[in-house]
Nanobody, 124 residues
Framework: QVQLVESGGGLVQAGGSLRLSCAAS????????MGWFRQAPGLEREFVAA???????YYVDSVKGRFTIFRDNAGNTVFLQMNGLKPEDTAVYYC??????????????????WGQGTQVTVSS
């Protein structure tokens, strides 16, 4: 099975940058579509970004131009580079991997494996 280990969260001032990473391991990890979701207190979990197994990226409109999702050369680690952070980006960020299904990239139901979450806090 696929296992995900996240890192890179932290506290940053508005306008700063963070890079989140998600290390994937398992027999199907290199064929997985990968996504990032976030959840702020009291709110629903929302889609942030995804990258297909063919390295096509997808983003929610609110992060376009600020966030970039990409893989390492081996395809075993997925990153979310976050620039120009805003207080409204504060949330727990989760990475996720699918099981080779055809559901939309922005739907949480597409993803079968989830990381533990990493806290991102952006101060004003």
């Amino acid at each position: 099975q696929v296992q995900l280990v996240e890192s890179g969260g932290g506290l940053v001032q508005a306008g700063g940058s963070l890079r989140l990473s998600c290390a994937a391991s398992g027999r199907t990890s290199t064929r997985s579509d990968m996504g990032w979701f976030r959840q702020a207190p009291g709110l629903e979990r929302e889609f942030v970004a995804a990258i297909s197994r063919n390295n096509i990226p997808y983003y929610v409109d609110s992060v376009k131009g600020r966030f970039t999702i990409f893989r390492d050369n081996a395809g075993n680690t997925v990153f979310l580079q976050m620039n120009g952070l805003k207080p409204e980006d504060t949330a727990v960020y989760y990475c996720a991997a699918d099981d080779t299904n055809s559901r939309p990239y922005n739907s949480a139901g597409k993803y079968y494996y989830w990381g533990q979450g990493t806290q991102v806090t952006v101060s004003s």
